[in-house]
């Protein structure tokens, strides 16, 4: 039996109506995320862009949805190499989805940019309660909250009442925090600690951990706003990796999110191999696939 929300001419996507809208609620979170917390989200030309100088992550420089015509595509990508440059960046990035125009992979190449990285849309089933709510894999008691300010928001996190141990991030976390994704991204860590202790701050970010003695042994991030929520990072020290630590920390952070609100929860992954893999067996779902362009602009710095 033909899946009628389904691309009959590739199963495992969504069709291209229900793609190209999924993409745009999911990018409009992205977009959002990206500008945590003096970043600006806006266009130039026909994309969507975000822009944040002190963010320093892909995904806080980054443009999409690049829909019009040949000339105000390529118009565009002209545009965005001095937009990225202007803010610092080494190069530029677009990501194409479902809501960019089909033949970008053309007028991108003749514009001196470049295919760098093939990845896919995913989302994670969540059961739903008698109440209709989506609940997650998981019940969000799996993640230990700790006592609760007078501000409303969950500070502590002692030991979890049940569930694989996964606990809301702290403050004192943040070294942890930026060692992991420093060494799971090549970053610089004292500018990735200042930048996830501003995310933090944020109500709409989450962050979840799992400790290994007086360290962490993983942690997972994520963002939640009007509905939709992303599970954004998962990092697991190499020595506990293939222990269920991952699997806990994404179960845990789509609880979250969906605590915050987010009625679907996404991430994206790169196509094929083992982060595929794992990502359906946490109960993600391919949506649409992504191509990420990039053109480096370092010449503009001058």
Same mark, same amino acid.
């Given at each position: 039996?033909?899946?009628?929300?389904?691309?009959?001419?590739?199963?495992?996507?969504?069709?291209?109506?229900?793609?190209? /809208?999924?993409?745009?609620?999911?990018?409009?979170?992205?977009?959002?995320?990206?500008?945590?917390?003096?970043?600006?989200?806006?266009?130039?030309?026909?994309?969507?862009?975000?822009?944040?100088?002190?963010?320093?992550?892909?995904?806080?420089?980054?443009?999409?949805?690049?829909?019009?015509?040949?000339? /105000?595509?390529?118009?565009?990508?002209?545009?965005?190499?001095?937009?990225?440059?202007?803010?610092?960046?080494?190069?530029?990035?677009?990501?194409?989805?479902?809501?960019?125009?089909?033949?970008? /992979?053309?007028?991108?190449?003749?514009?001196?940019?470049?295919?760098?990285?093939?990845?896919?849309?995913?989302?994670?089933?969540?059961?739903?309660?008698?109440?209709?709510?989506?609940?997650?894999?998981?019940?969000?008691?799996?993640?230990?909250?700790?006592?609760?300010?007078?501000?409303?928001?969950?500070?502590?996190?002692?030991?979890?009442?049940?569930?694989?141990?996964?606990?809301?991030?702290?403050?004192?976390?943040?070294?942890?925090?930026?060692?992991?994704?420093?060494?799971?991204?090549?970053?610089?860590?004292?500018?990735?600690?200042?930048?996830?202790?501003?995310?933090?701050?944020?109500?709409?970010?989450?962050?979840?951990?799992?400790?290994?003695?007086?360290?962490?042994?993983?942690?997972?991030?994520?963002?939640?706003?009007?509905?939709?929520?992303?599970?954004?990072?998962?990092?697991?020290?190499?020595?506990?990796?293939?222990?269920?630590?991952?699997?806990?920390?994404?179960?845990?952070?789509?609880?979250?999110?969906?605590?915050?609100?987010?009625?679907?929860?996404?991430?994206?992954?790169?196509?094929?191999?083992?982060?595929?893999?794992?990502?359906?067996?946490?109960?993600?779902?391919?949506?649409?696939?992504?191509?990420?362009?990039?053109?480096?602009?370092?010449?503009?710095?001058?």
């Amino acid at each position: 039996m033909v899946d009628p929300l389904r691309d009959p001419d590739d199963p495992e996507l969504l069709d291209p109506y229900r793609a190209r /809208e999924l993409a745009t609620l999911v990018e409009a979170a992205r977009l959002a995320s990206g500008a945590v917390r003096y970043g600006k989200v806006g266009r130039v030309g026909c994309a969507q862009v975000v822009v944040n100088r002190d963010n320093p992550l892909p995904l806080g420089n980054h443009a999409c949805a690049v829909y019009g015509s040949s000339a /105000e595509v390529a118009g565009t990508l002209m545009r965005l190499e001095q937009t990225f440059a202007d803010v610092g960046r080494a190069e530029a990035v677009v990501y194409a989805s479902p809501t960019t125009v089909a033949e970008i /992979e053309g007028i991108a190449d003749d514009a001196g940019w470049y295919a760098v990285e093939e990845s896919l849309a995913i989302v994670h089933r969540g059961s739903v309660s008698s109440d209709g709510v989506h609940r997650g894999s998981v019940s969000s008691g799996g993640v230990h909250r700790g006592p609760v300010s007078s501000d409303g928001v969950h500070r502590g996190a002692g030991a979890p009442s049940g569930g694989p141990g996964v606990r809301v991030a702290v403050d004192a976390d943040l070294p942890g925090l930026a060692a992991l994704l420093a060494d799971d991204l090549g970053a610089e860590p004292r500018r990735l600690a200042r930048h996830l202790g501003q995310r933090m701050d944020d109500a709409r970010c989450v962050f979840v951990v799992v400790d290994d003695g007086e360290r962490l042994a993983g942690f997972a991030s994520g963002f939640a706003e009007r509905g939709v929520g992303l599970v954004e990072h998962v990092v697991v020290r190499p020595a506990r990796r293939r222990r269920g630590v991952g699997t806990a920390l994404v179960h845990g952070v789509a609880a979250a999110v969906r605590d915050l609100g987010a009625l679907l929860v996404a991430a994206h992954v790169a196509e094929g191999g083992a982060g595929e893999r794992f990502a359906e067996a946490c109960g993600f779902e391919t949506g649409y696939p992504v191509t990420a362009y990039a053109r480096r602009v370092d010449e503009l710095l001058d």
